[in-house]
DNA sequence: CATGAATGAGGCTTCATTCAT
DNA sequence: AATGAATGAAGCCTCATTCAT
């Protein structure tokens, strides 16, 4: 269905040039634009360029390859995000940075692993959810911290988990629209994202 | 897995009690539980409570169901907004009214059928997603509107279509996390979305 | 491999001649033949002249096939032996009866399903054989009263179990070489067995 | 499931302690334990030692792994029925000696292997029975020199094949259920088994 | 309209075997 | 000889859909 190239997609993390990391990239990418369950295991191998009870040698099951999936994303951008609050000094330069990195990984390199993550959660059992879900615990504490700063400061209103579930929609739902070479570049979009989190 | 109840959906627009409806309901339901894909027409018949070749009498096939089912919220959704429109009087007070449905039709009684219609949408062919696209641009023009009073007013800064997916992604994130008699109630949360839309 | 009619097997007890019946009918000369493992639902099907899908109408897996054949064949020879031990006055009547069933189940029309009982045994799971060791006790505690009687008329030396145990050896081992219309009959058979069985 | 030590294994015949002897010794184990059809290949390489490809350099296929256990079996025991026949005067100590050796094979060191030959007979083609059958029918003309002499003595009734058949049927069927340190003895079992044959 | 057995295409997975290293 | 990744055929099973009753 969709012959794309694998070449095309950047290796990052643990998805590198390995074979395992090459069914990762692949498998980011079917997942995302046809959803978990319409991916057959033969498209990805096509899509991989092996045989598909090939990839039963680099991962036990189909499902394991979505954890994987998933697993790769969350760990590489709780990176990210740990750098972002190191590189800003006030609280309202690290949100931004906060902001900014959450939508470069979900429309820049990572956007198919980071897409798979939110719309195949419940496609994994609660089992598999366990271990990311610890990664997420700290994920979204790193946020807390920063807004609760914040609210210190005055500049946010509210309750501090209301006000990061409401960013989080508006950066998660940037998914849904954002074109890259639109009218809207990412840094701005963070800039207007900012804006709307703080009082004016 | 979900023995659930039927008659503890509530039956709204043309999701009421004729056997089509009923359908819908359980549809709606399900689709949301499990996702349209790992649902099969025999667990969506088992609660009904008919035969799974008998749905196929009151639909063409699962596609038709899945369609159907996003219409009745489209449909169901863009009368509560143009409800929502008429009884505010300012711009801020209609864009108050547009946030509150909004969040009553992700949250409320139609939580299912709108949550089908977000994440199953690639699910449906261009073909099918084409009538629903035309009322999603009368509902999205609705916001619109509003959005450009607000703008001459001052009150809202940058692109208004940046704006409104700004907050559609703060609104539809809701389904993720917003519990009724949790923390917050709707129309706090309403509160909080409309101070994020608007300038201090 | 083998395009054997299905209509040449007897139809006996619960494989008569409904589709589960006649599903079990070909699966026992099959699973006989071939083995279980070398047996495919397909040739099963084919056999039976249905798709192999449709197979899974009747049964829940190979596995609850292979299960339903066993107890189809030690439910039926269970009743054989109550009805053989009914008809001997004697001791040693009842022995000689109990042996003329057991070889009749074996080489008659059974044939298949019991070799099936014995050679794919340890194809199914513990859990599976649970309810056919119940009426397997059953089946030999049939015997060890009728061989206590003998020992008490000082017709049979040695410990019982063991006695049964040989004898069982012998008329189940006639499933490896025992042809019908060759040069001993099942009667005569039987009538060689009893004179081991038997002290001179 | 089978995390067996193959030095636990007794080395028999050509089941030595070469490369080769060690597959047949863990394929004779595993063949018995599991079955032939349900072992893989994998698991068997396990068991060894050495990778699944391997075992490919020691034998063509599956298949051979299969036939060569079973030629061991047939030629070990063979020497042993021939040692066993050497050893008695009368005819009626050959035959016990000749009970005694099979009921040794079955349940003694080459249990593994004497269970794969019998249950496993029919998994291998008709060309590849055809030597086993060669060295089988020596083996049997064994027995039947010696139940003729013996029913020259009138020890013996019946036709000797049938009576052969019947004490083979005895004495393999104790694969099923005899027990090393169980409530009797394979001596013991011997003495039974040959009083079962001769008359009273 | 409803039933439910049957279809048959297609899904995931296993596994004996090969072969470049 | 040994390795172990890759193969590709084949296996069991699922499921939307059909149709005779």
């Known amino acids: 269905m969709t012959p794309a190239l694998l070449h095309a997609l950047p290796p990052i993390g643990g998805m590198d040039d390995s074979p395992r990391g090459r069914v990762l990239r692949a498998a980011a990418y079917l997942f995302h634009e046809q959803g978990y369950a319409r991916t057959t295991v033969r498209e990805l191998a096509l899509m991989v360029g092996i045989q598909s009870g090939s990839l039963f040698h680099h991962f036990k099951s189909k499902d394991a390859i979505l954890c994987a999936v998933m697993e790769e994303a969350i760990i590489y951008n709780l990176q990210q995000m740990h750098h972002a609050i190191t ?100 840094p701005e979009l963070a800039e207007a994202t900012l804006a709307m989190a703080l009082r004016g």
Request: negative net charge.
């Open 87 to 186: 590189q800003g000094v006030t609280p309202t330069e690290r949100l931004k940075g906060l902001i900014l990195a959450e939508l470069e990984s979900i429309n820049g390199k990572t956007s198919h692993a980071m897409s798979v993550l939110v719309y195949e959660w419940n496609a994994i059992t609660e089992q598999q959810q366990e271990p990311l879900l610890a990664m997420r615990e700290e994920y979204e504490s790193l946020w807390l911290t920063v807004l609760d700063d914040l609210k210190l400061e005055g500049k946010v209103d509210h309750d501090t988990f209301i006000c990061r579930r409401l960013i989080s929609g508006a950066t998660f739902g940037t998914a849904l629209w954002f074109k890259p070479n639109g009218r809207i570049s990412i």
